[in-house]
């Protein structure tokens, strides 16, 4: 019986596989003058390649099993283009999508830079290599202002720093270094740009001169708003971004009638759909003056300023009465099937993500990988689909997770397929720790981490400055870093909120906006690290904020660091350390403030800065000199003399050994030190 069992397991041999194909990236960007691109099919199957473009080739066009193709792009003489190259098996099929450049001359630029909108668009389009293009020269545009973006006005976006200004060419949104509260709709303005002013886009949103400076515009004129009348389809080109259209014969579609234009507080996008089956959103600030209102029932004309975001086109309305003319009679639509979007990358964590389903037919729903799972595997017109997963259980491969959705309804694409990718699983660890002079004794802790930041200066790294994060509080003990006077100039403050890299996302705070009451101190500041963008835009990293007193923040403490500059300038180096205090031997209690997610994150108590002073010149304690300040978290007066503490005295209060580097004899002689001559004080 045991040889009979035995057998039978060794005649069943391994399980066939089963068939998959995938593709080593999903798209290309290509200049004008084309090239041959290098892309891996991934699969264990037969397939066969196609191109919807001419001007695209791919070798080989059909093969078996995992292969090398080469895509060919010609050259372009004409308008910038798309196209897409289809791989197809028995399953999904896989697309290259290829974006090339715009190979037609330009007009040359008139002595003074006045340029068309639509030529300051094509600077963008045509240099774009990380999504952010930097004028070479100075220009000039002329438009109308088309959006109302203020808080006396529609207040209808997430910043009332935007403004949007048109000349008939093309549309553009100014992102300025200040709120917007002089020019109007209608306003004729003048827009000095500078050389070196950066276009970007914000998360695959419109084109913006971002970080523009308020005082480059003027007033010239004004001029009465007319829309330019398209089509649904015309709308989806993208070709009217940043302007005012009327789009014709829409209707909000039925599964958001009786919604307001403002759903549960929060920024909310309503699905409008054509009479041919075309879809778009009217995206509303939660902000707005009109959320409140409902949204029309009938169908017409729905007038607004273009806009995009990530794959969705949007319309944002400008005048209340833009969508007035929504007042005819409902009909019935054609046959509609599509996702809100058709991709999505998670970090590494647990978690869901609800895909969005719209159309007015019936749908199954599948996925492909057992490590994920649906809330619903059919359905009914729009619907919401949550994919739950755990951890990836990988730290240093993504995994990919293809959900298809299928009709039988008579529309263009059966088959829908949603991507969601989830990146590795990213581990709470600690850097190297290295001999530096700023740097305290870092002692190893649970939850605790050292990490270290670098950027690029003239092709070398630069160190940047280093912390001792908490997890547990989301907050970092210290931040230590040399200050010195080649990093205090250079650039504009960035204002790049992000989370830091190093340290995975669900284990800081959530800090894009304000923290529940409090300043977004950094214990970094900015204003230290102006010597290029990538060195302040590390400042901005979560892990460097913390929450502050508003009156402490920029009261005593902006003193404090505005003095140390001036040291700085005026020695070889100053070695900062810039710490808080979650608990004290007082008070053992935790005191937590809400992040923008809602989760808690520690107030500190208090602040500290220890500071050693290098001066080559001096013959003083081998050119050493140190001093600490120790300001508590609350509203706060008085000379800054009156925070003066020795290096001594804030060790005993934070457990922590400071500039234990140094020679001892040195480091004795100046922790000791409450002595304020040269110090700016």
Known sequence: MAMATLLTVLSCGKPEEAPYLSISFPSVSVDQAGKTVDLTVYSNTSWSASSDAPWITVSPTSGSGNTDVKVTVAENKDEARKGVVTFSWGGSPA?????????????????????????????????????KFNTAARYIIQGSVISDYRQDGLDN????????????????MLYCDSNNTEFKPGDEVKVIIPKGQELSRYNQGPVQLNGFKMAGVSKVGTKALEPIEITAAEF??????????????????????????????????????????????????KYATFGNDKVPTGSGTLKGIGSVYGERMQLIIAKKSDYAGLTGERFAGAPTFSLFYSDYTHNGDKGTYVIQVLGNVDWTASCDNDGFSLSKTSGSGAAEVTLSFGDN???????????????????????????????????????????????????????????????????????????????????????????????????????????????????QARILKAIDGYSRGHQLPSADRLVNKEANAQTFYATNITPQVDAMNSGVWETIEKDLRVVARNCDTVYVVTGCVV???????????????????????????????????????????????????????????????????????????????????????????????????
């Open 95 to 131: 697309t290259l999508t290829v974006q090339q450049a715009s190979g037609k001359k330009e007009e040359p630029v008139p002595e003074d830079g006045s340029i068309t909108i639509a030529q300051l668009r094509k600077f963008y389009d045509e240099g774009q290599v990380k999504d």
């Open 157 to 172: 976006y997430t910043s009332v720093r935007a403004m949007v200004i048109s000349d008939g060419t093309a549309g553009i």
């Open 236 to 285: 989806l080109t993208n070709k009217y971004e940043s302007m005012y259209v009327a789009v014709k014969d829409v209707q909000v579609q039925s599964s958001e009638v009786g919604k307001t234009f403002v759903m549960n507080g929060a920024h909310t996008s309503i699905i409008m759909e054509s009479k041919n089956g075309e879809v778009f959103d009217i995206f509303t600030s």
């Open 393 to 507: 259980p990988s730290t240093t491969a993504s995994r990919v997770a293809k959900v298809t959705f299928k009709t039988d309804a008579a529309v263009a694409q059966k088959e829908l397929v949603f991507t969601f990718t989830q990146q590795p699983y990213q581990e709470l660890k600690s850097d190297k720790v290295p001999v530096r002079m700023e740097l305290p004794a870092v002692k190893a802790q649970d939850s605790v981490v050292f990490i270290t930041h670098e950027y690029d200066l003239d092709g070398k790294k630069v160190h940047n400055y280093s912390l001792y994060y908490d997890a547990r509080y989301k907050v970092a003990h210290w931040v230590a870093y040399p200050l010195y006077a080649s990093v205090l100039s250079g650039v504009d403050r960035t204002d790049a909120w992000a989370y830091d890299p190093k340290v995975p996302e669900r284990d």
């Open 583 to 681: 608990k004290t031997d007082e008070d053992k209690t935790v005191k937590y403030a809400k992040d923008n997610n809602g989760a808690n994150v520690a107030v500190p108590k208090a602040y500290y800065k220890v500071c050693l002073k290098y001066k080559s010149d001096s013959k003083t304690n081998g050119g050493y000199s140190a001093i600490g300040f120790w300001v508590e978290n609350k509203n706060v007066s008085g000379s800054v003399g009156s925070f003066v503490k020795s290096v001594d005295e804030i060790e005993k209060l934070t457990g922590f050994d400071f500039f234990h580097n140094l020679d001892d004899t040195i480091e004795n002689a100046v922790e000791k030190n409450k002595n304020t001559d040269g110090w700016n004080l």
